[in-house]
């Protein structure tokens, strides 16, 4: 039974794979977005965190999982003289090779971890079962690779722990490679290996070549993680300037975290948003059975007695020192957690879990920003097939969504230069007034198109319609008289239906169930070619 239900479950976790929702820019802008720019020369935009006096992303541990997979596409449509592959072809490339990564490495380290066999099984299931298993962590989050190495870090800690007759110089060079990679990843890594670490002092105390495997491999292995920064931001320098004036992103990451002025750029939270919130919306139904758990006898649950229990909520106790405090910051603690609370005793919370992650999994993996990609994706098509004649170059707003990657537009097709304009949540009437100064007057061909979801009733007055026929009602006529008296009209060109923008819900204004009808009844993104009215 159990190998029919993980079967079902990989089957789920491949769909949400290759679906196109977007979680976060993070998950375009500090990896496919840099290195699709300097391989296939497709337009991209350089994130500031690259761009910098002092860069604070490292290029080390996101080398082998974003460069080195389009390099090999590359290679291969080289090879067969196909040109460069399209942009859909590596961005499913790269979803599923982090589906993977997650199948292969983080299923294989819960399996591991969990010290009973006959729990293993089901702990992997329940992991797998997770709606963060299904999305998150086959993104391409930094946050995603760190859930990797931690749980891997904990499996070799482990390893070591328990050999009490050898010191294996091979599971210390691991471990050293892990904490140095995790460490350039992200600075939050040693979160999570901090106390489970505290382990291995005695096991050094008695075996100091361990130690001294562990140091030295650490050593060996962060030279080559500067050494690979240092070349990546100064292409012309010397081996010797390494060593002279190196770039050690995760001390550049670490000053400007702990900056708060520099953190409320990007939202302060309370220092509880962890726990209260966060936990909450990864876990769902298992977090509240865990929190009823903390009053019932013994005083100390049962399920936080192991080390996974202990990483998990030592790191969210000191990430919660930051103020800044994201959902994704924690998916190392979601494979960590389930694999020690037990789901077996209660049908009614197997339940609920099936249809929490269910219902998540659907909002966060299809529809959560969900037109974004595939309207970059068929952006060139949209304007090459618009009424409007040949354009040599054309200008696409973006408005109300995620910034829109542009890599995606690809590199092979330049007969028409595309300039992407992201205006964000810009008010609507200021949007209007961008839109105002580049739409050309009536004897000109409009190049000028407008990406914007469905649910921003604002432009529903500058929406052109089609003549009325005689037997539609007169709020349609109305409607068509309004948008005819409006500066600039709006003709609708493409409309993907799998997009709700959540951070377009209003509930203090507009009232919770007509923005939920807005929202969720009018959900999809929409590309609008912008002309003026011409009478």
């Known amino acids: 039974m159990w190998r029919r239900t ?31 720019g300097r391989i296939f020369s497709f337009p991209s935009k350089i994130p500031w965190e690259f761009t910098v006096e002092h860069p604070i992303r490292s290029i080390f541990p996101i080398w082998a999982a974003y460069e080195l997979p389009m390099n090999l596409l590359k290679w291969f449509y080289t090879e067969t003289g196909e040109g460069s592959p399209p942009p859909h072809m590596i961005y499913n490339a790269l979803r599923g090779g982090m589906f993977l990564l997650s199948f292969v490495l983080e299923d294989w380290a819960i399996y591991e971890l969990v010290p009973s066999p006959r729990h293993r099984r089901a702990t992997v299931v329940l992991v797998a079962s997770s709606y963060v298993t299904w999305t998150y962590q086959t993104h391409t989050f930094s946050n995603s690779l760190e859930t990797l190495l931690v749980a891997w870090g904990l499996v070799l800690i482990r390893r070591i722990v328990n050999n ?15 904490a140095v990679v995790g460490v350039f990843n992200r600075i939050t890594f040693p979160a999570f290996l901090l ?43 010397s081996f010797l300037s390494v060593f002279r004036h190196p770039i050690i992103t995760p001390l550049n990451n670490l000053l400007y975290n702990t900056d708060t002025a520099n ?27 865990m929190i009823v758990s903390l009053f019932s006898r013994p005083l100390i649950p049962y399920w936080m007695r192991n080390v996974r229990a202990l990483s998990a909520l030592s790191a969210t106790m000191l990430l919660s020192l930051f103020p800044h405090q994201e959902p994704r910051f924690l998916l190392p603690v979601v494979p960590l957690l389930l694999s020690c609370f037990p789901m077996r005793g209660s049908r009614l919370l197997v339940v609920v879990w099936v249809i929490f992650n ?89 190049p000028v198109f407008l990406v914007a979801p469905t649910s921003a009733t604002f432009l529903d007055q500058y929406v ?27 003709h609708q060109l493409w409309s993907y239906r799998n997009h709700l923008n959540l951070d377009d819900m209003d509930f203090g204004d507009d009232g919770i169930l007509p923005t939920l009808k807005r929202v969720v009844g009018r959900r999809g993104l929409d590309v609008w070619s912008v002309q003026r009215s011409c009478k």
């Open 164 to 178: 009490k007759r050898h010191s294996s110089f091979f599971s210390h060079a691991v471990l050293a490679f892990i």
């Open 358 to 446: 269910a219902a998540m999994g659907f909002l966060m993996g299809v529809y959560h920003q969900g037109g974004v990609v595939p309207t970059q994706l068929a952006m060139r098509d949209i304007v090459s097939s618009s009424p409007t004649p040949y354009i040599p170059s054309a200008t696409v707003f973006w408005w109300k969504t995620y910034s829109p990657p542009l890599w995606l537009l690809g590199g092979d097709d330049q007969s028409t230069e595309i300039q992407t304009l992201d205006l964000m949540g810009m008010s609507g009437v200021d949007m209007i007034q961008q839109l105002e100064l580049v739409v050309p007057g009536c004897s000109t061909p409009s």
């Open 464 to 490: 052109f319609s089609a003549p009325q026929s005689q037997d539609q009602d007169q709020d349609q006529d109305q409607d068509q008289a309004q948008a005819q008296n409006q500066t600039l009209q709006l």
């Open 263 to 289: 953190l409320a750029q990007h939202g302060l939270h309370p220092h509880y948003q962890h726990f209260t919130a966060n936990l909450l919306q990864l876990l769902g139904p298992a977090y509240i059975a």
């Open 195 to 237: 106390f489970p670490g505290l382990q291995l002092l005695p096991q050094f105390q008695r075996k100091p070549l361990g130690l001294a495997a562990f140091l030295l491999f650490g050593l060996f292995f962060s030279f080559i993680a500067i050494y690979t920064d240092t070349i990546f931001y100064r292409p012309t320098a």
């Open 6 to 36: 993980y079967l079902l479950l990989l089957v789920i976790r491949v769909y949400f794979a290759l679906s196109p929702s977007y979680l976060h820019p993070d998950e375009n802008f500090q990896g496919p977005e840099l290195f699709a």
